[in-house]
């Protein structure tokens, strides 16, 4: 399955604060060296003739860094920038604080005020691996510095790092709380209007009443056995499915729900479901990583099936266990041609496909999720029951 694609707006809300960090990055440990030389100039006192032996070598590092944060920006790789401006200024202000205070480890004061920057701000990303990294990589420079220049006093910059740590981490939590119910709430939204596409088109055709449902069950379970996906995959795979057949609001209710053979003619228009549901969806954000399980669900292994005659691996995956899903619940469903099968003789006819219709790997996975997949129909026939008993009476 590809990627789930990303909102443009989150994109660029990371690009942004991205932006904006790194602005601020530049202007504070800038000012601040500014005004620490001030300071010195007309306060020989505060003036420590050891300190930063590498600072413009510093700046001039950094600033060589602005073409690659530049390259992975266009790359759309925003994500990794952070990581390596962090990185590169630990890694080079270690080298200054070993450089500098070697042999004079009384002259070290400690960290700088761009070390408390990153702690302070990092929490902005709402990431909290990179917030990790922050902290536990500024307590390892403070330990290594400490150890090779043997100064006690970076005891006091390890407290100080471990204290503004549990500030970030509070702040990042509070965050990620606010983000959280953000997308809680964008779910269950998207879940609502998924739902009423699906009630829609049951109102064409009321033979498939629970047919994406279960088909979305089966399919869900068959992908957890592949043991491939996470659970954001499979929370995009679950709206696909629900989806899968949305392009037969498109197809006339007469061709849809005729109880005689189709025409030639009428089947190519059946046909037509799958790519006029991918395009419906192809631009809506937050469904539009459905795609391919909507266009290729009706795909065969042998290369026989529809729209775009693809064959065997070039099939996607997740396409290739929805039709099974999709097959094992049309058998089993009544349709207004004919009557519903068994689920054992539905089991058999999806192990007769194994090579033909239907990934070989998929159909013996099949197999292990058979019982859960047994569990879900009987469910569905004892709610759809009631249903019609509540109907009568």
């Known amino acids: ?39 010195t100039v007309y306060f ?13 070598l510093i700046y001039l590092f950094m600033f060589a860094l602005i073409p690659v944060a530049n390259y992975f920006a266009k790359k759309q790789k925003s994500y990794y ?18 450089i500098t205070f070697y ?15 990153w702690l302070l701000l990092s929490p902005i990303f709402v990431s909290k691996p990179f917030m990790i990294v922050v902290s536990v990589g500024l307590i390892f420079k403070y330990i ?32 990620q709380a606010y ?30 009443r629970g047919h994406s449902e279960r088909v979305a069950s089966y399919a869900l379970e068959l992908a957890k056995v592949t043991a491939k996906y996470s659970e954001e995959d499979l929370k995009a795979f679950n709206f696909a499915c629900l989806l899968h057949d949305i392009g037969k609001i498109h197809i006339p209710d007469h061709i849809l729900m005729k109880p005689s053979k189709l025409t030639i003619e009428e089947y190519e228009i059946i046909k037509s479901h799958t790519t006029v549901g991918a395009e ?8 539009n990583s459905s795609i391919e399980v909507i266009r290729s669900h009706h795909e065969r292994w042998d290369g026989k099936g529809y729209p775009d005659q693809l064959k065997g691996e070039d099939i996607p995956f997740l ?36 090579g033909t219709q239907f990934d070989p790997e998929l159909v013996n996975l099949f197999q292990r999720a058979f019982p859960l997949w047994k569990e879900i129909h009987d469910k569905s026939e004892i709610e759809i029951n009631k249903e019609i008993t509540a109907t009568l009476y």
């Not at 920038?81 to 962090?86: G, H, L, M, Q, R």
């Not at 042999?103 to 920057?117: L, Q, T």
């Open 81 to 98: 920038i952070k990581y390596i401006y962090f990185i590169s200024y630990t890694c080079i202000t270690f080298l200054n604080d070993i």
């Open 179 to 208: 983000v959280n119910a953000i997308k809680t709430s964008y779910d269950q939204q998207l879940t609502g209007i998924v739902k009423g596409v699906i009630a829609t088109l049951e109102l064409k055709d009321p033979y498939t």
């Open 280 to 287: 419906a969806v192809s631009k809506v954000v937050g469904l």
């Open 319 to 354: 396409a290739r266990v929805a039709a099974i899903a999709d097959a094992f619940d049309a058998m089993t469903s009544n349709r207004s041609y004919r009557n519903a099968l068994s689920v054992e003789e539905a089991f058999q006819r999806i192990l007769e496909g194994k």
């Open 144 to 175: 290594a510095v400490g150890l090779l220049i043997k100064a006690p006093v970076v005891f006091i910059g390890i407290l100080l790092v471990s204290t503004l740590s549990i500030l970030a981490f509070v702040l990042l939590s509070r965050f």
């Open 1 to 39: 399955m590809k990627k789930q694609m990303i909102d443009p707006n989150l994109k660029n809300e990371e690009a942004q604060t991205l932006k904006w960090f790194l602005i601020l990055f530049y202007i504070i440990s800038i000012s601040f060296d500014i005004i620490f030389n001030f300071i």
């Open 44 to 56: 020989p006192q505060f003036s420590d003739q050891t300190s930063n032996r590498l600072i413009f």
């Open 103 to 117: 042999g004079n480890p009384d002259a070290y004061k400690g960290g700088s005020a761009g070390e408390i920057f």
